[in-house]
């Protein structure tokens, strides 16, 4: 979705005529008129995206001086940041740090230009005086933690305390704690479920400085960006498409389905099928993580700004035999949610609100499109916490949720089972990651989706329990962070002697 901003360029002009005229104030009367909050964003083809809209904090200091204090992101990313950067405001003109612009005559608009690493953007803020109670009210956290149950809110999830399924409350507080200490970085929720029950379910900002009550109520019913923990959900839908015989099965070649591609495919690319897309084995050729996002070798990138993302992936060069190498690929998912469109009829999220979300009472999600149009079926799907953990333990319940036997048992079973060995410890499946965890004992089988950010779905089908992380640490392999979390600070907090009544 996209707001428009008509004759913004025009307002950009008129901006500049009216900044160099108008009564002179005093500096600190100015300082004044500043202060608030202030929304907008990057602008781009004169627009600027509902993705990337920001509220941004400027208060006035005990001296009278100007600082950036607050950014909160109003999209899927869900980042607070907080700062004390201090703004030069004269006679209409503004900076601070990277940032240079001015303020339009009429008071009530930024226009900002940033210099950053070479690369110039353009800006723009508009004043949001409604949203400054809010800013003031997310920025107070409040202090200490004592572990409460999670609230009952009819969304499907019974509700319970920790001590009612076996999980020691000492050692999760702790690492609550250390979460709102900083030590795992950005993390936005940690939701634990244990016997179908919702036991856990806390929320964060600004590397655990932000939490309680207040920073609960706004980020629970935010929907967060999965990154590729969007691809779980893609194998999700791709279950429901076989089960209704959308697609006969994964040993189906993708060419019947792309009928409008054919002059993509050469002889070997068709004989790459369903199965070969689903546990990343197509054979193209593919890297995404060895270059920069700038650099034109990342293929993920060179996708994404293609004017057709489907035709780009279909015509990457075939370097080894299809069901035989493992390569990771973004590129892979997205021709799959192509697949699923011809073969359902619907794009994949249309598809999936009406067989998946409706029926688990999943009311709201954002899934975003490349700039082609085609669905982002790689990591463009955005959920809030709750619903994502009725992902995970409707995995856990073989695809039944309440009466309704939403996945088949057979498909959850092949989804999930290793298919590719990346390690001795951790292989892939239909989406799907699985690693064994071993605690000194009996290994515990993890099943889960990472993503890009520190987003994490993971279910351990031993303990009946389902995990969910969301976060903003952008740079980290969730793998190893999650892992070590999980293995070393979750499952100690376990009683294995505990008996389910």
């Known amino acids: 979705m996209i707001r428009n901003n008509t004759g913004l360029l025009f307002a950009y ?23 608030g909050c202030w929304k907008g964003g990057m602008v781009q083809n004169n627009t600027i995206a509902e993705v990337d809209l920001q509220l941004r904090l400027i208060s006035l200091k005990p001296d009278s001086t100007l600082a950036l204090t607050a950014i909160y992101e109003i999209g899927p990313r869900c980042r607070v940041w907080e700062y004390d950067i201090e703004i030069s405001f004269q006679n209409n003109n503004l900076s601070w740090l990277a940032h240079q612009g001015f303020l339009s005559g009429n008071g009530d608009t930024m226009y900002i230009t940033k ?51 076996g999980i020691e409350e000492a050692k999760i507080t702790s690492l609550v704690n250390c979460i709102k200490a900083g030590t795992h970085g950005d993390i936005h929720s940690l939701l634990i479920c244990r016997h ?64 409008e591609y054919e002059s993509s495919f050469r002889p070997e690319s068709k004989q790459i099928r369903v199965k070969d897309l689903l546990t990343m084995t197509a054979g193209w050729d593919w890297e ?30 075939i370097i080894a035999e299809r069901g035989k190498k493992f390569k990771y690929s973004n590129g892979v998912a997205t021709v799959m949610g192509a697949v699923l469109r011809n073969a359902c009829g619907m794009e994949a999220d249309n598809f999936a609100q009406k067989y998946l ?10 899934w975003l499109r490349y700039p082609d149009g085609s669905i982002d079926t790689d990591g463009g799907l955005a959920l809030r916490s709750r619903d994502l953990a009725k992902i995970g333990q409707l995995f856990l319940n073989n695809g ?62 031993r303990l009946d329990m389902v995990i969910v992380i969301t976060a903003g640490n952008y740079g980290i392999d969730p793998t190893l962070a999650y892992g070590s979390l999980i293995k070393n600070e979750i499952l100690p907090a376990l009683r294995y002697d505990f008996k389910q009544n």
């Open 196 to 259: 179908g029950k919702l036991v856990l379910e806390e929320y964060f900002a600004s590397n655990g400085k932000l939490s309680g009550s207040f920073v609960t109520s706004v980020f629970r019913e935010r929907v967060h960006h999965l990154a590729s923990v969007t691809k779980g959900v893609l194998s999700a839908i791709c279950g429901i498409a076989v089960d209704r015989g959308c697609i006969a099965n994964v040993e189906e070649p993708i060419y019947k389905y792309l009928p």
């Open 115 to 165: 210099n950053w690493k070479g690369e110039t953007s353009e800006w723009m803020f508009y004043r949001d005086r409604g949203s400054y109670q809010f800013m003031k009210q997310l920025m107070a956290s409040e202090t200490g933690y004592t572990y409460r149950m999670p609230d009952e809110l009819g969304d499907g999830w019974p509700c319970s305390n920790m001590r009612a399924v």
């Open 288 to 317: 995404q993580f060895k270059y920069s996002w700038n650099d034109p070798r990342n293929n993920a990138a060179a996708m994404y700004s293609r004017g057709d993302a489907i035709k780009y992936v279909l015509e990457r060069p």
């Open 357 to 366: 979300f409706q029926p688990l009472g999943i009311p709201d999600y954002l």
């Open 13 to 35: 002009l008129t901006g500049i005529l009216f900044s160099c005229g108008g009564n002179v104030r005093s500096d600190n009367q100015a300082n004044l008129e500043l202060a």
């Open 400 to 461: 039944k949720w309440g009466r309704q036997q939403l996945i088949s048992e057979n498909w959850i079973g092949d989804s999930t089972e290793r298919r590719i060995s990346l390690t001795n410890e951790r292989g892939y499946a239909y989406y799907w990651n699985e690693m064994n965890l071993n605690m000194g004992g009996p290994r515990e089988q993890a099943i889960y989706a990472p993503g890009d950010g520190g987003q994490l779905v993971a279910m351990l089908p």
